[in-house]
T-cell receptor, first 114, second 118 residues
Framework: DQQVKQNSPSLSVQEGRISILNCDYT??????FLWYKKYPAEGPTFLISISSIKDKNEDGRFTVFLNKSAKHLSLHIVPSQPGDSAVYFC?????????????FGTGTRLQVTL | NAGVTQTPKFQVLKTGQSMTLQCAQDMNHEYMSWYRQDPGMGLRLIHY???????DQGEVPNGYNVSRSTTEDFPLRLLSAAPSQTSVYFC?????????????????FGEGSRLTVL
């Protein structure tokens, strides 16, 4: 039973355009959501997070949107750059403001083309 | 700035052998955890610990043991390796409560340990 789902295994976007990565969750107890980026042969690195009391959080080129009623979040990258090419994982925690017991999605591979 | 250090990076085992994956962090994090990453499955939580002497099971604990005798170390033991345990293993740590200035409470991951069981 996949509680965090990323239905698009891959996404290709041109440099300079917007990348939109989507994530759905089923557990209404999730209270804190994070996005991680992973390059090959490296560990995942934290990108951005959002608490369930917010619907948007921005950090530079990265914005995360949360629609709690739809149990859906998305990551927007604007403008996309070749260095953004990586696998992106959505993750959720039942604990506010901490990454304890994170449940991860299956990941979306983003390729940013020139 | 060591962060989270995992050893070994690569290991090949035969079915039935045992081994320990080491994990150490130098950030004084209370929370430590082990994940495995398999194709099409994302990262799945094996075991976690909220402090020295305290461990608990995650989503896929069978076949693995952990202990937390110090804040810094959280080894993962495979008791009798099976081919189904072929995977990439990640150790990760974080504060239990988000701390200033960033306050995001995110997990910090090690570089991973690739294990193959023949």
């Amino acid at each position: 039973d996949q509680q965090v789902k990323q239905n698009s295994p891959s996404l290709s976007v041109q440099e300079g355009r917007i990348s939109i990565l989507n994530c759905d969750y089923t557990n209404s107890m999730f209270d804190y959501f994070l996005w991680y980026k992973k390059y090959p042969a490296e560990g995942p690195t934290f990108l951005i997070s959002i608490s369930s009391i917010k619907d948007k959080n921005e950090d530079g080129r990265f914005t995360v949107f949360l629609n709690k009623s739809a149990k859906h979040l998305s990551l927007h990258i604007v403008p996309s750059q070749p260095g953004d090419s990586a696998v992106y994982f959505c993750a959720a925690s039942p604990y506010t403001g901490t990454a304890s017991k994170l449940t991860f999605g299956t990941g979306t591979r983003l390729q940013v083309t020139l | 700035n060591a962060g989270v250090t995992q050893t070994p990076k690569f290991q090949v085992l035969k079915t039935g052998q045992s081994m320990t994956l080491q994990c150490a962090q130098d950030m004084n994090h209370e929370y430590m955890s082990w994940y495995r990453q398999d194709p099409g499955m994302g990262l799945r939580l094996i075991h976690y610990s909220v402090g020295a002497g305290i461990t608990d099971q995650g989503e896929v604990p069978n076949g693995y043991n952990v202990s937390r005798s110090t804040t810094e170390d959280f080894p993962l033991r495979l008791l009798s390796a099976a081919p189904s345990q072929t995977s990439v293993y990640f150790c990760a740590s974080s504060y239990l409560v988000a701390r200033a200035p960033r306050g995001t409470g995110e997990l910090f991951f090690g570089e991973g340990s690739r294990l193959t069981v023949l």
